[in-house]
């Protein structure tokens, strides 16, 4: 299976720019007005309506910050509504343009020719991309009910001002005007996010300390497979004998909880260091400066002499740089876990590291692509555990289980829509996760609320490593075998007294 090249590396994090919602909404909006100013611009009559521009840079500013997820987005009228009310404008052409733009990339450029030419979905896709953009609640360019409001109000703002200044409106009490407007606007979302936005998971205030750190290891490998965007109830819906049996074995975490937002680099940066956005620095897909600012688990790991890798796409470089084996994004959909299995037996053979993460991805891609509550998503769902029962037994054959904990989890669910995953719409919160192996209680479920940012210090636990420097999460202590948890409080105990 061929690695992401630089040239995917480079064109993901361009793409974000499209994807995630909080850039794009500028970027449509400046290439609307382009177009639809075209012959002002060849005409070299360009400066009104980029005068007008001074007006409305408040208003991006306040769009830029605040996001309008969920059932927030039916507030975004509001605004509009008071514009169109105090100045009785609105230029019809403009806002047909902008719908027909928007509906063309995002239904037939990324919904159609996108996905085709990526992972090889129907030329047809449309058909039923346009109902998942309607739907989709996240913060995404792909939120019709966020995206298009917002653009209408930032249009409207900024045409008005160009009309107004070409009819000779002084500049300043014109600005002043609008950008009065666009404080209420602030004002508004800042009571709205501030009285409505209380949905987010509450942060553990203290670093790892339920477990002292590990002096010695209690698994001698970990693999951690990570089923990319797989929703709770659709794998509970679905046909998937070998990781419910696998489930049934070990011990499951029956209300495991993502992080917010739940993108897919944030969850992962989240998993593998033990805490949380504001510490790490990864805040959405659309990572401005690379890196995690605190220690990854295979920072810990290097501090014992072991090794990990991640193997999964080119996005999470962004966080893990060379730890990252990465997999092309390129590719029939219904190939791709396959591929990535392949691959992650390879790394086994080749660089036997003590952990490795594995990333599928057709499940999220499916989701994304057609929609989480179609028979697709579900398929998806089921090739994955019958390739990752491919795997194990793989494992299991070259003696690589003996002393080995096997974690099983997705990094986010996806809400209905175009499988939308951010800010914590149903089915996104949730998660599968459930160990096994000789080290883990068979048949054990916990359900007290847990939270991913425990994956990293507990895979540190198994491997007697040190803690990464900022984890947050509590040691999964609940899913280790009573007498590997007294075999290790003796050691600790050992190992005080020697001091």
């Not at 509504?81 to 995002?106: K, M, P, R």
């Not at 209380?198 to 002096?215: A, H, L, R």
Request: net charge negative; with cysteine.
């Amino acid at each position: 299976m061929k690695e992401a090249s630089r040239f995917e590396k480079i064109a993901a994090r361009c793409w974000n720019l499209l994807n995630e919602g909080k850039p794009f909404t500028p970027i449509f909006v400046v290439g609307t007005m382009s177009i639809y100013h075209a012959a002002d611009l060849m005409g070299g009559h360009a400066w009104t309506w980029l005068i007008g521009l001074t007006a409305v840079l408040p208003l991006f500013v306040v769009y830029y910050v605040y996001d309008y997820p969920l059932f927030l987005r039916n507030y975004l009228w509001i605004p509009y509504v008071v514009f169109l009310i105090v100045w009785s404008f609105a230029d019809a052409s403009l806002l047909l343009l902008a719908s027909g733009l928007y509906f063309f990339f995002t239904v037939f450029f990324w919904g159609t020719l996108y996905y085709h030419l990526r992972i090889g979905t129907s030329w047809w896709n449309f058909t039923r991309f346009w109902k998942l953009v309607l739907k989709n609640s996240d913060s995404t360019s792909g939120n019709a009910q966020e995206q298009l409001p917002k653009c209408f109000l930032l249009l409207s703002v900024w045409e008005y001002a160009s009309q107004q200044i070409d009819q000779g409106a002084a500049l300043a009490p014109l600005c002043g005007a609008l950008w009065l407007f666009a404080a209420g606007v602030w004002l508004f979302s800042w009571i709205l996010h501030r009285n409505l936005f209380d949905w987010q998971p509450e942060i553990i205030p203290t670093y790892t300390n339920n477990v002292p750190s590990p002096t010695a290891p209690v698994s001698d490998k970990v693999y951690v497979i990570v089923i990319d965007g797989m929703r709770k109830d659709r794998f509970e819906a679905a046909n998937a004998p070998f990781l419910k049996r696998l489930r049934a074995q070990g011990t499951e975490f029956a209300q495991m909880e993502t992080v917010y937002p739940a993108r897919t680099v944030v969850c992962f940066t989240s998993m593998l260091t033990g805490t949380y956005p504001f510490e790490h620095g990864i805040r959405s897909n659309m990572v401005w400066k690379l890196g995690a600012k605190v220690e990854t688990i295979f920072d810990s790991l290097r501090k014992v002499g072991k090794t990990g890798r991640l193997l999964g796409i080119a996005h999470l470089v962004d966080s893990f740089g060379d730890d990252v084996e990465t997999v092309t994004a390129v590719m029939p959909n219904d190939l791709a876990d396959r591929y990535i299995i392949e691959r992650a037996k390879r790394i086994v053979e080749e660089q036997h590291p003590d952990l490795l993460v594995v990333q599928l991805i057709a499940t999220d891609q499916t989701g994304h692509s057609r929609g989480v509550l179609y028979d697709e998503y579900i398929e998806r769902i089921e090739e994955a555990d019958a390739l990752i029962a491919e795997f194990v037994g793989w494992l299991e054959e070259r003696g690589e289980l003996e002393r080995a904990t096997l974690i099983v989890c997705a990094d986010h669910g996806q809400a209905d829509g175009i499988g939308g995953h951010g800010h914590l719409d149903e089915g996104e919160r949730y998660v599968p996760f459930f160990l096994y192996g000789p080290a883990i209680e068979a048949g054990k479920r916990v359900d007290e609320k847990k939270s991913l940012v425990s994956l990293a210090p507990t895979i540190a636990y198994l491997l007697g490593a040190p803690y990464p420097s900022h984890s947050r999460g509590p040691v999964l202590i609940e899913a280790m075998r009573k007498e590997e948890s007294d075999e290790e409080a003796a050691r600790h105990r050992l190992f005080a007294g020697a001091q």
